[in-house]
């Protein structure tokens, strides 16, 4: 067993489409906020709610595509504890901002 150089194998592809897919959901997630938004009528709390949640979108999109690249390393660096907690954050905020629309 040689430990001199990391075969990476498919884990880094894996972590990549898992950022796509959690991406996705977050583009999901945020689209229908619009949509209820609109279907509800544009009130000053669903427009800020939307306004909040594509914010929270463009923030997780910020920091997923980061990771997306530094994944195409042969040695990707560990996501940092700051890029970890920007990423739940925006994931969070994103569904409290999308149920707020249905208020």
């Not at 945020?30 to 949640?53: E, F, P």
């Not at 595509?65 to 940092?80: D, E, F, K, Q, W």
């Amino acid at each position: 067993m040689t430990t001199a150089g990391r075969d990476p194998g498919l884990q880094p592809e894996r972590t990549r489409l898992a950022w796509r897919r959690t991406t996705l959901a977050c583009t999901v997630v945020a689209l229908l906020a619009v949509r209820q938004a609109l279907h509800g009528g544009a009130t000053g709390t669903a427009v800020l709610a939307v306004a909040l949640s594509l914010l929270a979108w463009l923030g997780f999109l910020v920091v997923a595509h980061r990771r997306i690249v530094r994944m195409g390393t042969a040695r990707p660096a560990p996501l940092s504890p700051r890029h970890a907690l920007a990423a739940a954050g925006c994931t969070v905020a994103l569904a409290v901002f999308a149920v707020a629309t249905l208020f």
